[in-house]
């Protein structure tokens, strides 16, 4: 059974383990993204900070990724970021990718965002398409200071 809950501590070793695993994959563990942000480890209390939301979604009680919302510095008013959404290989084509990032846009909208960035590499190609299905717009260049200058995809999506 598929589940999409609140992350809570327990959950920092193993969603840390299955973002850089992800980003191995798809040969994107370089420097400049979340593979090497320290955060990574311990994301429940990074996602305490106000106007931040995660979700990890669970298949049969396993963690199998999550997503998130963050109030990422810079970002012009109203607007949040899209993040860390990763996924094991056995949650893709499930439909949970999509099912966490429309629980976390609809929080963003709940809790008065009226837009969402994201940032994302060619490498990810699959997500992008995803994003782009959802009405995620390519941009020309990044919006605020998210540290993530390994990532050459910047979209936004109006709420």
Known sequence: M???????????????AVIRAALTEFGANKPGTVYYDP????????FQTE?????????????????GI???EGLPDGTCELVKLYLAPSARGTGLGKA??????????????????????PELS???????KLGYN?????????????CSIWMLKTL
């Open 100 to 121: 966490l990032m429309l629980k976390a846009m609809a929080w963003a909208k709940e809790n008065g965002y009226t837009q969402v960035y994201l940032e994302t590499m």
């Open 39 to 46: 955060t990574t480890d311990h994301l429940f209390e990074l």
């Open 126 to 132: 699959n997500a992008v398409t995803m994003y782009e």
């Open 51 to 67: 106007g931040s939301v995660y979700y990890v979604a669970e298949i049969e009680g396993s963690l199998v990724g999550g997503c």
């Open 70 to 72: 963050f109030p990422t």
């Open 2 to 16: 598929e589940s999409i809950r609140l992350i809570e501590p327990r959950d920092n070793v193993a969603l840390a």
């Open 138 to 150: 390519r941009l020309t260049k990044s919006l605020g200071n998210s540290g993530h200058d390994g």
